[in-house]
């Protein structure tokens, strides 16, 4: 048996212009689960195919560990058989011929003999499949052939797991079971993990990283606190899922920039941090739904450095436990926030309530105006 | 019953389908996933068989291999004899006619193969010979049983290129269909009639099994 290498970070450029566009940095560290987040088209399963190995972007440098895969410049491009990687395909693509035991075993073949079947029957029960290794693919529910896949992925010893929206054909049930099981795996696996989502939630729930691919160019990465809250641009929020973007102005900032306030038409919104702006520049501004506190117009409570602001409930959208509103503040159609409380509250009001919020200061985000 | 004919036409049959079966899992498996010009020229070449008149080719086999000409004369050299009237000869006009009837069956195959899953192959380690081996061959499968079963049948009634090159010697080129006619042009019919008896039995049983395996194959796609 060879010995288990030492796991190793993975590092990835890619550059390419024409039709499939690319601008791609990103890295992931041993133990770490790194989504790569995008709308579809924005060149996520390029990237993964990448570093597999299936694809040969125009330049940039795949490297793990010691091991350069792929150089450009070089003219280096290591074959996928020869890059190690495990890769969950979309559709899991499951060798329909042979049965789940055979599926893993055929890709453990650096194992001899009883230890290539040991590999596989192992990862299989670590999978919750155990007792089902005889069935054939076409035998199996959509969620046992994504184990199937997972631990066929797992059989060579991968130096890196790829994953490529491996939730997105089960059930939503089958996929919530899913995600706590990768999510148990994850802990126990040594490797990097990249995981392709369009799913936000998936990602935020799953993911220690997240980087954000628009149009092949990755336009932030970080915790994935880091990227909902603290979004480089108004583009990258809007792909992290903010709705509440607006215009405004800096009208002040406080000696030690630890606070300032913004111009919103003619309202007042107090920033708990400005950033890099200064007065009178342009801005957008982000506050995140979960920054925003509602208040029933009535005898308001607590008076501080928070702005009231008179708003009107014009929708409603049931999520089930919790719905989502939209209040217009103002009088002006653009000037709408949306925010989810519990539909227990939410029962409380009806379309056209009045209502206050607050914008706490410690959400408010500046971002480059996007005029 | 002309036992030398049956055993030559077995004969032709059996060594058409053991040579002709590597050239289409070849050729069928680059018509199927490679994309290059021409392509359509190369697809309509290897059809051609199906609507040419047998005696059309026959004719250009036979002027061809003509040791007279100089392909046929190399060849003879290679082989120690002409490609005419030796069974050799009506052996490499069997391939040739028979390609479509190969080729296609075994195409269709592979262009069923989600590409993904030779992908699948590759990321998991197996080398393109070892992908073939373990993957391709065995989806591929029903395909390449149907080319055998359709290539052995049509061989078995193969008349005018035969005739045309091999001509009617006994054991050497006059397999059943040509034994058959020249019953009837010496009013051996009875002969006739049991020799082509023999021959719908085969070409029926063939073509039951071609079905069989696309229905099996049908099914395995179903799912």
Redesign the interface.
Known sequence: MPMPTKPAPLLVTLQQAGQIPLDVEITCNPGELLALVGPSGSGKTTVLRSI???YRPAAGRIVSGDQVWFDAAAGTMV???AR????V?Q?Y?????LTALENVK??A??LDEPLRTAQAAGLLARVNLDGLEART??QLSGGERQRVALA??L??DPKVLLLDEPFSAVDRTTRERLKVELSTLHRSLEIPIILVTHDLQEAEALADRIAILHKGRTLQSGPPDDVRLRPVSALVARLMGQTNIFEGEVEQVSKARSSGRIRWRERVVHAATTGRFTRGERVTWLIPADYVVLKETSPSAGKGQVEKLPGKVIDFTGLGEMTLLTIRIGTDAADVLRLTIATREARLLKPGSNVTVSLLAEGIHLMPSEN | MDWTAFALTLKLAFWTCVLILPIAVVLARWLAWRRFTGKSFVEALVMLPLVLPPTVLGFYLLVGFSPESRLGAFVATLLGEPLVFTFAGILVASIIINLPFAVQPIQRAFEAIAPNVREAAFVSGLSPIETMRRVEIPLAWPGIASAFALVFAHTLGEFGVILMIGGSIPGETRVMSIAIYDGVQAFRTADAAVMSAVLLAFSFAAIVMVHMLARRRSDAHAH
Do not use: V
């Open positions: 597999a190995g299936l074959s996928p058989q190690a990687t495990g890769l395909f559709d693509a499951l060798f329909p011929h055929l890709a073949r650096h693919p076409d066929r992925a059989a060579r």
